[in-house]
């Protein structure tokens, strides 16, 4: 539900929607001549209101304060500029006075411009939580969470019509939505570049299409080992649009709330009943569709199609209609695999479920519910109701639960247990290394946890991707050749599994790395289960063909928005109607976050800290990559700009020598010579070799060079090491020639 029409409070004037720029500044015209003093101190009052509310609102949201925290900060903020005025004040009139003017006699002066009352009133609006909620609407255009009845629970349903037509005004986003879809006939890069999109696309006509890709996922919004495990479980479902380049549908912010429920909802009810707000408007969205008035005036329609329906594999399965159970019967929804197969079929020996089929089971199913174990199928999925979507193509592998959660944590383990048993290293030994180990910049955020006594891997998702990217710095894999060579088929693997852009070439010989590290497995550890998660890998590069790189609608940005809600329920602390108050939440959050114009953070931004250099300090080198020069130039750590992060310490791939290898760029400097312009200068490493012993790149120092934003190849984050006098850049997916992330 859109709120808006007039405001109680603070409707100013006409125009008033674009007096503050994105950033909160005031901007008020200036006229030549005589100035009428009091229109211009209305005029700047009424921006300044506004400017008071977001900052509010900014206060409240971004920080996620508890109500009484909020109010308390924004009482001192109101005696404390009251203070400074007052002192402005009198500052002013006692140089008035010194210079022989008669202050008293001005009414103007002492009522009107000194009179610091009047500011008072510009907190009138949001100086409490229940004030900055009542008003969110009016100033802002919230999306209201509308409240739906499910059995004995309260579902929080927020409009995708709404989102939708909230999104396509903005002036950054609008230009991807009205351009049409076009893709280069081998490069996989996208969703729309995979064949699921080509035969969608084939039943859309006529207006623009936007496309819609889900997620589900429960979570606890309080500790989970603690006594209210369960009680506070939630489940929610997120969207993004898929019409955005994958590098900003990574941010928090462009991950949508669509419905938020406590988990025992769907338990007890189920997802139908649960997720009937979604089903009915994705239904009007594609015959129906919307019309809104664009950045530039004009009004176009749009309809919106699901593409996607992302999740773990037990939502996923319950979602579309098939057995929810992984150690027996058929276990897999791309094919018929049955459990007891899992070790010794492949993937040519598979018979893949479509459409057609699909529907006889669903069938055969309905007149006898017995056929649920022969099939795997438990009925239709709720989104079968929508006419263009393919069940059987609609819930892709989620590469976060079956590669970072189960198999590289599961080789990594094999491979210490075997080093072990062999007597190479101990645990205590292996976990002696991993501490003393320094991981640098992101790959620090993501230190691994020390291993088990019985080589188990713990920690998140993230934390057992660093452990198996970095396990060769860790311990001397050769001296194992068993382990080393599964090791490297793993990796092999993972490459291609992980990767932003892939071409329809690369997939063949992606599936036979898959066919020889399974083989490996059963010839040298078959004390690995082949569990489902496994098996999906062998559909990966098919699944890929279909709905191009799965990194794409992975579900790890998703986990940080889970992340978010904890922290919320956390500073909240108050669990009567949480589902509700999760949803207002973010709802007030995503009004503080798309209150400008642009939305998508394609300019450049930077941290509050940094320092000033001259251009003479800097090394003449330095000086020479500079494009511009200029005397005083702003230096930072790290800056953020058309979806990539750039940190100073930190090696980007830049370009590729005529062997196909990266050639990366290490950031010495980030430098803003004038505002706007960014320059990062770095130090050339070319690629040596790349050491299998590493799985890594040895590279040399080449000499100072620059680049520009755009030049990069790929947008990771890269930390070169140095071990015995050699530098090592370690990547954690493939990257092609022709990358364009
Ligand atoms: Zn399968």
Partial sequence: ?????????????????????????????????????????????????????????????????????????????????????????????????????????????????????????????????????????????????????????????????????????????APFILQSFSCHESHLTSFTSGDAFQSMFSHIKGSHVLLIHLYNDEFEVVNPIGA????????????????????????????????????????????????????????????????????????????????????????SHALAGFRQVFNSGRVCRVCMISHDELADKCVSDVTLR????????????????????IYGVTGPSIFSVLPYFDVTQGFPADVMHDCMESIMPV???????????????????????????????????????LIQKDCNIVGSAAQKMCLFQFLPFLVDLPECPVAYKLYLLARDVMMFALCRCISRQDLDYFEQKIVVFRQYINEHFPDISVTPKFHYLVHYPLLMARYGPLRAMWCMRFEGKHQYFKTVANAVGNFIN????????????????????????????????????????????????????SSQIWSVKEATTGGCKFEVGAAIVVDFTSDNDPVFIQIKHLLIPHEGHLEVIGKLLIPIDFSKKYYAYQVTDNGWAHFHQGDEKDCSVLWPYEIDDNVYVSLPYYIPTWSSY
Avoid at 354 to 373: G, I, K, L, M, S
């Fill in 411 to 449: 080789i990594t383990c094999a491979v210490i247990k075997l080093m072990v048993a062999k007597k190479l290293i101990s645990v205590a030994q292996f976990n002696k290394s991993m501490s003393s180990f320094v991981f640098k910049g992101s790959d620090r955020v993501n230190k691994p946890e």
């Fill in 354 to 373: 479509r459409a057609e089929t699909h529907a006889y089971h669903v069938e055969a199913v309905r007149q006898n519910p017995d056929n649920c174990a």
């Fill in 578 to 629: 949480i589902a509700y108050t999760l949803a207002m939440r973010h709802q007030m959050l995503q009004c503080h976050l798309f209150a400008g114009r642009n939305v998508l953070g394609q300019e450049l931004t930077l941290p509050s800290s940094g320092k000033f250099v001259t251009f003479t300090s800097l090394q003449i080198d330095v000086q020479q990559c500079l494009c511009y020069a």
């Fill in 1 to 173: 539900m859109l709120e808006g029409g007039p405001s109680e409070g603070i409707s100013c004037t006409e125009q008033d929607e674009d007096v503050l720029s994105d950033n909160g500044d005031v901007e008020v015209e200036c006229h030549s001549g005589p100035v009428d003093v009091s229109a211009l101190q209305k005029q700047y009052s009424c921006a300044l209101r506004k400017s008071v509310f977001k900052y509010s609102l900014k206060l409240r949201e971004k920080y996620v304060l508890p109500a009484s925290t909020h109010e308390a900060i924004v009482a001192d903020c109101k005696s404390l500029i009251s203070n400074v005025l007052s002192c402005h004040n009198d500052v002013i009139q006692c140089h008035l006075k010194n210079n022989g003017y008669d202050v008293s006699g001005d009414d103007v002066l002492t009522q009107d411009i000194l009179d610091i009352n009047q500011y008072e009133q510009l907190w009138f609006d949001c100086d409490t939580s229940y004030k900055v909620i009542r008003n969110c609407g009016d100033v802002l255009g919230r999306i209201k969470p509308v409240e739906h009845i499910a059995g004995n629970f309260k579902s929080y349903y927020i409009s995708l019509k709404d989102t939708l037509t909230m999104l396509v005004q903005k002036e950054d986003i």
């Fill in 228 to 315: 209210h495990r369960g009680k506070h479980k939630m489940n929610a479902t997120y969207f993004t649009l898929g019409n955005l380049p994958s590098k900003f549908r990574s941010s928090l912010q462009q991950i949508h709330l669509v419905n938020i429920v406590k988990h025992k909802a769907v338990k007890d009810e189920g997802y139908a009943a649960v997720f009937a707000p979604l089903v009915q408007e994705l239904q009007e969205l594609y015959t129906d569709g919307f019309t809104a008035s664009l950045p530039g005036g004009h009004t176009e329609k749009f309809h919106a199609v699901l593409c996607t329906v992302s999740g773990d594999n037990l939502s």
